[in-house]
């Protein structure tokens, strides 16, 4: 008996995913709870493993939109199908041959190859590694295409009749009369149909699950709350000082690089216990009136950037975190990030949000707020700037100083407080030692 492969669910808020890659080739020999197929959401890519041991049969292709609960292919238990058969597609529709499963390749590469009958083993990759893009895949099928109608042009050409040689005019005495008219011309031959050649300079692309997610919650943001966004200065110096002095010894004796993130998270965190409404969201209640949810903890998601795009991963109770714990967090959640194997958990329940345009030296910006968090703290690059000298009023020093922001939303949050809670995460990260008193 057959044994389908289902898409599991995976939280309420996704509902469709992508088959972004299938391990094994279809008809090949899979132990049960071997990951067969990876399939990308507007959160996560999750590992589908096979049900059951025995032969796996494709019933979705590659870059293919599938709903949670549909089947996507099955283990045969007892194949008694004929060598080399291929499954009867769910959409009815003939397939492209398979040749290109093992090729290297992204999964929209693979999708387009499928649609256009392309074997990616044809196609020199120009990704990391000799992958295979769908630039790739476009400029094959573009090369073939202008390779197909040069031929039927050059055939055209041939075949097209001659112009009729003009014929000579018979010898007219001077004295002919100046109205003769000059002979008839032929007719114009008809224009020749215009071949549409594949346009070199656009492309278009499907956009990923993951980004039409960041799309959609960012407009969102913007169009379901008052936000706003207020602004302050930091001056990293004390910081950057101590972080100088024992950045060797905390990584030897924990293992792990002491950054500035952990210093804003702290910063941050005891900021929250002071101002908790900055840690709270205004959410809709059982009979559709607004309500303020209050949380006993502070959740701080810190975005990540990664080849399929932003993603938000949550370090939880991070009030209760040492440096240490949180600089191994962040270093966790940052790699499983960028190696696609965070969990639906590891992305909800956040609720503040850091961020650190700084990394790509961006000097300001204006965060946009993660739904349905309240606030949302932008972090950026450190540069040298003239500054009243804390040391020595009244003069001028050049002091290693960063832009902070918080946006915020003000149905909830008033002006005040969140200047106020900005402040707090100035003096905390100017005054290290604050954080160690709790002051």
Same mark, same amino acid.
């Given at each position: 008996?057959?044994?389908?492969?289902?898409?599991?669910?995976?939280?309420?808020?996704?509902?469709?995913?992508?088959?972004?890659?299938?391990?094994?080739?279809?008809?090949?020999?899979?132990?049960?709870?071997?990951?067969?197929?990876?399939?990308?959401?507007?959160?996560?890519?999750?590992?589908?493993?096979?049900?059951?041991?025995?032969?796996?049969?494709?019933?979705?292709?590659? $870059?293919?939109?599938?709903?949670?609960?549909?089947? /996507?292919?099955?283990?045969?238990?007892?194949?008694?199908?004929?060598?080399?058969?291929?499954?009867?597609?769910?959409?009815?529709?003939?397939?492209?041959?398979?040749?290109?499963?093992?090729?290297?390749?992204?999964?929209?590469?693979?999708?387009?190859?499928?649609?256009?009958? /392309?074997?990616?083993?044809?196609?020199?990759?120009?990704?990391?590694?000799?992958? /295979?893009?769908?630039?790739?895949?476009?400029?094959?099928?573009?090369?073939?295409?202008?390779?197909?109608?040069?031929?039927?042009?050059?055939?055209?050409?041939?075949?097209?009749?001659?112009?009729?040689?003009?014929?000579?005019?018979?010898?007219?005495?001077?004295?002919?009369?100046?109205?003769?008219?000059?002979?008839?011309?032929?007719?114009?031959?008809?224009?020749?149909?215009?071949?549409?050649?594949?346009?070199?300079?656009?492309?278009?692309?499907?956009?990923?699950?993951?980004?039409?997610?960041?799309?959609?919650?960012?407009?969102?943001?913007?169009?379901?709350?008052?936000?706003?966004?207020?602004?302050?200065?930091?001056?990293?110096?004390?910081?950057?000082?101590?972080?100088?002095?024992?950045?060797?010894?905390?990584?030897?004796?924990?293992?792990?690089?002491?950054?500035?993130?952990?210093?804003?998270?702290?910063?941050?965190?005891?900021?929250?216990?002071?101002?908790?409404?900055?840690?709270?969201?205004?959410?809709? $209640?059982?009979? $559709?009136?607004?309500?303020?949810?209050?949380?006993?903890?502070?959740?701080?998601? /810190?975005?990540?950037?990664?080849?399929?795009?932003?993603?938000?991963?949550?370090?939880?109770?991070?009030?209760?975190?040492?440096?240490?714990?949180?600089?191994?967090?962040?270093?966790?959640?940052?790699?499983?990030?960028?190696?696609?194997?965070?969990?639906?958990?590891?992305?909800?329940?956040?609720?503040?949000?850091?961020?650190?345009? $700084?990394?790509?030296?961006?000097?300001?910006?204006?965060?946009?707020?993660?739904?349905?968090?309240?606030?949302?703290?932008?972090?950026?690059?450190?540069?040298?700037?003239?500054?009243?000298?804390?040391?020595?009023?009244?003069?001028?020093?050049?002091?290693?100083?960063?832009?902070?922001?918080?946006?915020?939303?003000?149905?909830?949050?008033?002006?005040?407080?969140?200047?106020?809670?900005?402040?707090?995460?100035?003096?905390?990260?100017?005054?290290?030692?604050?954080?160690?008193?709790?002051?």
């Amino acid at each position: 008996m057959p044994t389908n492969i289902v898409v599991p669910e995976m939280g309420e808020s996704v509902r469709t995913g992508v088959v972004s890659r299938w391990h094994k080739p279809d008809g090949a020999p899979v132990q049960r709870d071997e990951v067969v197929m990876d399939l990308e959401t507007d959160k996560i890519t999750a590992e589908i493993a096979a049900p059951a041991a025995g032969t796996l049969r494709h019933g979705a292709a590659q $870059g293919q939109t599938v709903e949670v609960g549909a089947v /996507v292919g099955l283990i045969e238990e007892s194949s008694g199908a004929p060598a080399g058969a291929q499954p009867a597609p769910a959409n009815g529709q003939p397939q492209a041959p398979e040749h290109h499963d093992d090729a290297r390749a992204t999964p929209l590469a693979r999708k387009l190859a499928s649609e256009h009958r /392309v074997d990616l083993a044809a196609i020199s990759g120009t990704g990391p590694g000799g992958r /295979v893009r769908e630039q790739d895949v476009q400029a094959h099928v573009a090369a073939r295409q202008a390779a197909a109608a040069a031929p039927a042009a050059a055939a055209s050409v041939a075949t097209a009749p001659a112009p009729a040689a003009p014929m000579a005019a018979p010898a007219v005495a001077s004295t002919a009369p100046a109205t003769s008219h000059a002979p008839s011309q032929a007719p114009a031959a008809p224009p020749r149909p215009h071949t549409p050649q594949p346009s070199q300079g656009t492309r278009r692309e499907r956009l990923s699950p993951l980004r039409a997610r960041i799309a959609e919650r960012l407009v969102m943001a913007q169009h379901n709350a008052a936000m706003l966004t207020t602004f302050n200065e930091v001056d990293m110096s004390a910081v950057m000082a101590l972080r100088g002095r024992f950045k060797e010894d905390f990584e030897k004796r924990h293992g792990v690089g002491l950054g500035f993130m952990s210093f804003f998270v702290t910063a941050a965190a005891q900021a929250l216990a002071r101002f908790p409404t900055v840690n709270a969201a205004l959410v809709q $209640g059982p009979d $559709g009136a607004p309500e303020v949810e209050h949380h006993g903890s502070a959740h701080v998601a /810190v975005a990540v950037s990664t080849p399929k795009g932003l993603t938000v991963p949550v370090l939880r109770h991070a009030d209760t975190l040492s440096f240490a714990q949180i600089e191994s967090g962040i270093k966790d959640l940052a790699l499983r990030a960028r190696d696609g194997k965070l969990t639906l958990d590891d992305l909800q329940g956040g609720t503040f949000t850091i961020t650190n345009g $700084g990394i790509f030296g961006s000097l300001m910006s204006t965060p946009i707020l993660n739904p349905p968090q309240t606030a949302i703290l932008g972090m950026h690059t450190i540069k040298n700037r003239p500054v009243e000298n804390p040391d020595a009023p009244g003069q001028i020093a050049l002091r290693p100083m960063m832009y902070l922001a918080l946006s915020y939303d003000h149905r909830l949050l008033d002006g005040a407080e969140a200047v106020q809670f900005l402040v707090a995460v100035k003096n905390a990260v100017e005054h290290p030692e604050r954080m160690l008193l709790g002051v």
